[in-house]
């Protein structure tokens, strides 16, 4: 297995074997590098490289791995921006504290759920790609990959 054009290169594909591998190699990866700044710049292009991959072998476009990928960095920070303005516009608008623990605790409570939403489509893209079959033969993303690695 090459390395390298496993994770550094979106082009072609790969099969569920190697899909997997590459999944548990960065979910390795970003468990023992979590306290690095800025090492989700370099896993997150890692993570569409797989996936785009994977995506190619099942004859659909990479640009599908853009959606969880995208879910997974935007819902955290809507998350923190709906809970920061309901205190902030509660507070400027003068009121009681009852009130702006009130907006706080639901714009927690909706942050939760969309945190979750994001969760369920990421595992349910992580599971589609782990187990459909790649399309026979060749197709516009080049040669099948091989059976083994």
């Not at 590459?22 to 490289?49: E, H, K, Q």
């Not at 099942?58 to 853009?66: K, T």
């Not at 009130?99 to 599971?127: D, Y």
Request: net charge positive; aromatic share 10%; charged share 10%.
């Amino acid at each position: 297995m090459d390395w390298t054009k496993l994770f550094f290169s979106p082009d072609g594909r790969i099969g569920r074997q190697a899909y997997w591998i590459g999944w548990l190699v960065l979910i390795g990866a970003n468990t023992l590098l979590f306290w690095v700044p800025f090492r989700s710049l370099v896993t997150v292009y890692c993570w569409i490289c797989v996936c785009s991959k994977r995506f190619h072998d099942m004859g659909r476009s990479g640009w599908l791995s853009a959606i969880p990928v995208s879910l997974s960095i935007v819902m955290p920070i809507g998350a923190v921006i709906a809970v920061a303005g309901a205190a902030v516009a509660s507070s400027i608008s003068g009121a009681s504290d009852e009130t702006i623990v009130a907006a706080v605790l639901s714009a927690v409570a909706g942050s939760a759920l969309l945190l979750l939403g994001a969760l369920v489509i990421g595992i349910g893209f992580l599971i589609w790609q782990g187990v459909a079959l790649g399309e026979p033969g060749p197709n516009r993303y080049g040669p099948p990959p091989p059976t083994s690695l």
